[in-house]
């Protein structure tokens, strides 16, 4: 597969909004529950995306009949992956949850080898080596030293859990079961591609936030700011990040796609460096120069 700008835009968008979607659910964190914040997150992007699928709301038939493998997706994708990720925010450190994140080519490179029988190969390799070390030298801020201080929590298996369900979720998207597949499912737009996914994914939020304020009830803190978060992580982690990965990953394979997620920890270093007001450092610019080499070797 060739890597286009247009395919190269669409596999970027994701992890730079996502690397928002990070620092917003640390920001918001005193405010709400993080089961909580994902149910809402889902729930408005539902009422969002319902006008433009409307005719599968209308005509749900299709999207019942495939209920198992849309059911898999929209636990994986909505109901799994993110409650992980905002419960990682809540019990480890943004440094822990950003070099697990870093192992997604890792993850998607195995799960490959595993359940698709895609052995990686030399190039996917070297590539995941430069892309590994880009996120390294951001992590460490430039001093290799501060890797060994790392400690790995209890809280950091639920970010190792988050990584392999969101690997499965992307080969599911380029490799659908049954009934998901082109000629076998119905002829779906985007919206109604993703409604079809969300209608359950939703579900498995919902029910996530319900046990969770049953078993340690948690106010919601309304705010402006609240409200602003809740609008970004809908419209931009959710809608637009999803529609692109999911276009991303059906052209470039899950094996590509899955090294443009090490761009988010530099993103979410830059985003986070411009709300404190300081300035980029010299390894921001190392680690994303690594990190695009490391993507253009895979892509040879």
């Known amino acids: ?12 968008l994701p992890p730079l909004l996502w690397a928002g979607n990070a620092v917003v659910g640390r920001l918001v964190r005193d405010a709400i529950a993080p089961l909580t914040l994902n149910a809402l997150r889902w729930g408005l992007a539902l ?3 319902a006008p433009l699928a409307w005719p599968l709301l209308r005509h749900p038939g299709a999207a019942l009949q495939r209920w198992r493998g849309l059911a898999v997706l929209g636990f994986l ?13 809540h019990t480890s450190s943004p440094l822990n949850v950003t070099l697990i994140t870093a192992s997604l080519p890792v993850w998607m490179l195995g799960v490959g080898a595993v359940f698709y029988g895609v052995k990686p190969q030399r190039r996917q390799l070297a590539g995941a080596a430069l892309s590994l070390l880009g996120v390294a030298l951001v992590i460490a801020r430039g001093d290799p030293a501060a890797l060994l201080a790392v400690r790995f929590v ?12 969101w690997a499965i979720y992307s080969w599911m998207l380029a490799r659908p079961p049954a009934g998901l597949r082109p000629g076998e499912r119905p002829d779906w737009n985007w919206a109604e591609s993703l409604m079809s996914q969300l209608m359950f994914g939703a579900v498995f939020s919902a029910v996530s936030a319900g046990v969770e304020q049953t078993i340690a009830p948690t106010p919601i803190h309304w705010s402006p700011a609240l409200i602003a978060a809740l609008a970004y992580v809908a419209i931009g982690p959710s809608l637009i990040a999803y529609r692109c990965w999911g276009v991303g990953v059906a052209e470039a394979g899950p094996a590509l796609a899955g090294f443009f997620v090490n761009l988010t920890p530099v ?7 411009v709300l404190l007001g300081s300035a980029p450092a010299w390894y921001h610019g190392a680690a994303f120069a690594l ?5 253009l070797v895979s892509s040879r």
């Not at 597969?1 to 970027?12: E, F, I, Q, V, Y």
């Not at 994708?77 to 925010?89: D, K, R, S, V």
């Not at 209890?154 to 369900?165: H, R, T, W």
């Not at 993103?267 to 460096?273: E, G, T």
Request: glycine letters at 8%; proline letters at 4%; hydrophobic letters at 65%.
């Open 1 to 12: 597969m060739k890597l286009t700008p247009r395919l190269a835009l669409l596999l970027t």
């Open 47 to 49: 009422l969002l995306l």
């Open 77 to 89: 994708g909505m109901g799994c992956y993110n409650a992980l990720q905002y419960l990682a925010l």
């Open 154 to 165: 209890p809280g950091d298996l639920l970010m190792l859990v988050a990584i392999f369900s």
């Open 267 to 273: 993103f979410a270093a830059l985003i986070s460096a």
């Open 291 to 295: 990190i695009v080499a490391g993507i």
